[in-house]
């Protein structure tokens, strides 16, 4: 079965510095990957996934991640954050045989101005 | 074009009282999955569903908890007798037909059940 791992809970970055949030993964198959964003009280929202092609995959508000298959990570990017990009990250990931999405635990991101 | 709508937003009940949660897919979606999200432990695949047929519920309770997606109307997540610890959000998501395993999910906001 496909997983996902997100080692750390929370990720603290000064506004204006590049964040970088890290999710490794685990399929059996090719994997096709996602990255979430959920604001409080809200669902999550789509910014970028990755099915095959360029490893570097550019999504919304700015952010890209970097797919690397030796390592089987999918860390997302972004080069200079922002307060409101303060929230909590989800990264998922769908094995090739099935539908279903696995989803990391999350990491809170905290930009401090 | 709405998005996923999920209804109520909130719900309480007490403890034996059964609870049912609506979702109506984005329109000309006809995959449903539920997902449930605990504090500190993500998001956890409960079922997915295509109209009048459940494809995977290998993330359901074994008991007191059934889904739903008939031809006409909202998907519904029905939980039966409910106890504390199914205290959480659940969400639904739904996708396009025929955009196999590329397509993102579009989620609605979730209903927030508390039981008391």
């Known amino acids: 079965a496909q997983s996902v791992a997100q080692p750390e809970d929370q990720v603290n970055v000064a506004e204006g510095n590049p964040l970088t949030v890290k999710c490794t993964y685990s399929v059996s198959g090719n994997p096709y990957l996602f990255w979430y964003v959920q604001y409080p009280n809200r669902g999550l929202q789509f910014l970028l996934k990755y099915i095959t092609g360029d490893n570097l995959v550019k999504g919304s508000y700015g952010f890209e991640a970097e797919f690397n298959k030796s390592q089987t990570s999918f860390h997302l990017k972004k080069p200079s954050a922002l307060v409101s990009d303060s929230a909590l990250y989800f990264c998922?990931?769908?094995?090739?045989?099935?539908?279903?999405?696995?989803f990391g635990k999350g990491n809170q991101v905290v930009v401090i101005p | 074009n709405a998005g996923v709508m999920q209804n109520p937003r909130h719900l309480v009940r007490r403890r034996g009282q059964e609870a049912r949660l609506r979702c109506s897919p984005m329109k000309g979606h006809s995959h449903v999955y539920w997902y449930r999200q605990l504090p500190e432990e993500g998001l956890k695949f409960m079922v997915y569903l295509q109209k009048e047929n459940i494809i995977d519920e290998s993330g359901m309770p074994k008991e007191r908890f059934s889904a739903e997606f008939p031809k006409e109307g909202p998907s519904i997540l029905r939980i039966q007798q409910v106890v504390r610890g199914d205290s959480a959000a659940y969400f639904c998501?739904?996708?396009?037909?025929?955009?196999?395993?590329?397509?993102?999910?579009?989620f609605g906001n979730g209903t927030r059940l508390t039981v008391t």
């Open positions: 998501a739904s996708s396009p037909p025929g955009t196999g395993n590329n397509s993102p999910l579009h």
């Open positions: 998922a990931v769908r094995d090739g045989g099935n539908n279903r999405l696995a």
